[in-house]
């Protein structure tokens, strides 16, 4: 094991894909010469030149074809997006080319490309620039859709990503770039589908992914120490989501909190409270709640930002309301 932060996780990642195979390269805003707006890319222009690290204009739509049609030749493109916000300007080409070229080819084409970005909430970006864009693209068949909330998890997935033959889109935190962790040594890949546990327990499910993890792993902490022992799964893949994690859990707890950014209505959340009543209705003793951020624009003032984000007293509040412990 070695340690190191999130960003340097990517890095690697992006770094042992590139010198593995020629045909992958990175491609987006700042990404060479600013050596990326996050410093995800840092090293990488000096290392493997300007033809594989290409720096693009403030044109989300244009790179993003780019990076399309460059994945039907047979070539395998990471695309940055500043901030997966941005992306909302590429829909059309994710939507209707990225996703769906596979099927109206009849198989004939694949498009192998990556795109990749920090999403959700950052630390007063404004409403413009704070959108949970996940949900957005979780609806859509043809995407897969994956969430890392530590350096092992951001190189695993990444790596599996560039090397899968259909579009995924790989979500970051900008609040968990500098979060340091163990990363395994030599090859590293972390399948699709398959959550972990990042904390075991016994009387409640509490289901998250990305930054909320964290979240999620302080609020446990302060049950604990209330005499209330959850559980709690970081679903890692959006889409494909791990069911059997999620039964296994309930199984277990038989109670559920899912906490995630994001607007209240629909969303990744909800999906997943589906999932359990669907699967494993007959193993629940009580209500499944969602923590969400509130179902407002985010807020520019950093107090208005911190009440609308999910914080770890509010699921604090929902295991205790779940498990019947409130006062």
């Known amino acids: 094991m070695k340690s190191m932060r999130v960003r340097e996780a990517i890095r690697e990642a992006i770094a042992e894909e590139m010198e593995r195979d020629e045909r992958v390269f990175l491609m987006g805003e700042e990404v060479a010469r600013y050596q990326g707006a996050y410093k995800v890319s840092e090293g990488l222009l000096d290392r493997f030149g300007e033809k594989r690290v290409i720096d693009t204009p403030i044109t989300e739509a244009g790179f993003a074809g780019i990076g399309i049609g460059a994945a039907m030749v047979g070539l395998r493109p990471i695309i940055e997006f500043m901030t997966w916000n941005f992306s909302a300007v590429a829909f059309d080409q994710i939507l209707n080319n990225a996703a769906k070229l596979r099927q109206m080819s009849g198989g004939q084409l694949?498009?192998?490309?990556?795109?990749?970005?920090?999403?959700?909430?950052?630390r007063q970006v404004g409403s413009q620039h704070s959108h949970a864009m996940e949900h957005f693209y979780v609806n859509v068949p043809g995407l897969k859709v994956v969430a890392p909330s530590t350096p092992a998890d951001a190189k695993g997935l990444l790596k599996t990503a560039i090397r899968d033959e259909n579009p995924v889109l790989y979500m970051e935190s900008e609040t968990l770039y500098s979060v340091k962790g163990d990363v395994p040594e030599g090859e590293h890949l972390v399948p699709f589908g398959k959550g972990r546990i990042a904390r075991e327990g016994k009387d409640c499910t509490i289901v998250s992914y990305s930054r909320m993890v964290h979240v999620a792993l302080e609020a446990a902490e302060t049950l604990a120490a209330k005499g209330i022992d959850c559980e709690v799964i970081d679903l890692r893949s959006l889409r494909p989501l791990d069911e059997d994690i999620l039964v296994q859990s309930i199984s277990k707890t038989h109670r559920a909190v899912v906490a995630y950014e994001g607007w209240p209505y629909g969303g990744v959340g909800a999906e997943v409270v589906d999932?359990?009543?669907?699967?494993?209705?007959d193993e629940?003793?009580?209500?499944?709640?969602?923590?969400?951020?509130?179902d407002f624009p985010m807020p520019y003032n950093a107090k208005l930002e911190q009440h609308v984000v999910p914080q770890a007293q509010r699921i604090v509040e929902a295991v205790e309301s779940v498990t019947y412990r409130s006062v």
């Open 110 to 122: 694949s498009v192998p490309v990556v795109f990749r970005g920090p999403n959700a909430s950052a």
């Open 275 to 281: 999932r359990i009543q669907r699967l494993a209705f």
């Open 284 to 294: 629940l003793d009580a209500p499944i709640l969602r923590v969400t951020t509130l």
